[in-house]
T-cell receptor, first 114, second 115 residues
Framework: SAVISQKPSRDICQRGTSLTIQCQVD?????MFWYRQQPGQSLTLIAT?????????ESGFVIDKFPISRPNLTFSTLTVSNLSPEDSSIYLC???????????FGPGTRLLVL | AQSVTQPDIHITVSEGASLELRCNYS??????LFWYVQSPGQGLQLLLK??????LVQGIKGFEAEFKRSQSSFNLRKPSVHWSDAAEYFC?????????????FGKGTTLSVSS
């Protein structure tokens, strides 16, 4: 299985600022995804990070709020912009080696917005 | 639309007793099915998965799950629960979106283990 790291592991931010989360994988992967887990809730897919092109966003998520980059097959960033307390969540990246195979998750980034 | 239902929000089981966590899915084709566990303050760990073949799959930590197509279910079982099994359990189905394979998660079941 892939080894996935996320930075930062947690952060406390002021409203109106932005936070960029990094996801690094120890091997090349086909797919990378970003999920949000709000307090006490399940995981919701934010977007699929596409290498070298714009991310594919799920309904309810927009690029201006959640810009995503994926410059290569092992790295992606998620920025949460113009933070509000409602953005306080755990943000997780996940990867798939090949389409249809097991999806592995990073340890998550815990964000608290004050 | 694809969906996953975990009917039980919270379950308490005595240590050493058996466990069954329910999961029902709605999906138009043969699904990829997963169970993940999330311990407090931790990320998600894959317990087991079903892609095809034998409908009874074995996972880590003594867990197993059975895929029943006729019931659209993928229930998780363990014959004897340990206190360390207390965690949040998520069932997920693999769906094909326009860009690849992402997961749809159920709302999770919190397992408490009593001594």
């Amino acid at each position: 299985s892939a080894v996935i790291s996320q930075k930062p592991s947690r952060d406390i931010c002021q409203r109106g600022t932005s936070l960029t989360i990094q996801c690094q994988v120890d091997s090349q992967v086909t797919m990378m995804f970003w999920y949000r887990q709000q307090p006490g809730q399940s995981l919701t897919l934010i977007a699929t990070a596409n290498q070298g092109s714009e991310a594919t966003y799920e309904s309810g998520f927009v690029i201006d709020k959640f810009p995503i980059s994926r410059p290569n097959l092992t790295f992606s960033t998620l920025t949460v912009s113009n933070l509000s307390p409602e953005d306080s969540s755990i943000y997780l990246c996940s990867v798939v080696g090949r389409i249809g195979e097991t999806q592995y998750f990073g340890p998550g980034t815990r964000l608290l917005v004050l | 639309a694809q969906s996953v239902t975990q009917p039980d929000i919270h379950i308490t089981v005595s240590e050493g007793a058996s466990l069954e966590l329910r999961c029902n899915y709605s999906y138009g084709a043969t699904p990829y099915l997963f169970w993940y566990v999330q311990s407090p303050g931790q990320g998600l760990q894959l317990l087991l998965k079903y892609f095809s073949g034998d409908t009874l799959v074995q996972g880590i930590k003594g867990f197993e799950a059975e895929f029943k197509r006729s019931q659209s279910s993928f229930n998780l079982r363990k014959p004897s629960v340990h206190w360390s099994d207390a965690a949040e359990y998520f069932c997920a189905v693999g769906a094909l979106n326009q860009a690849g394979t992402a997961l749809i998660f159920g709302k999770g079941t919190t397992l408490s283990v009593s001594s």
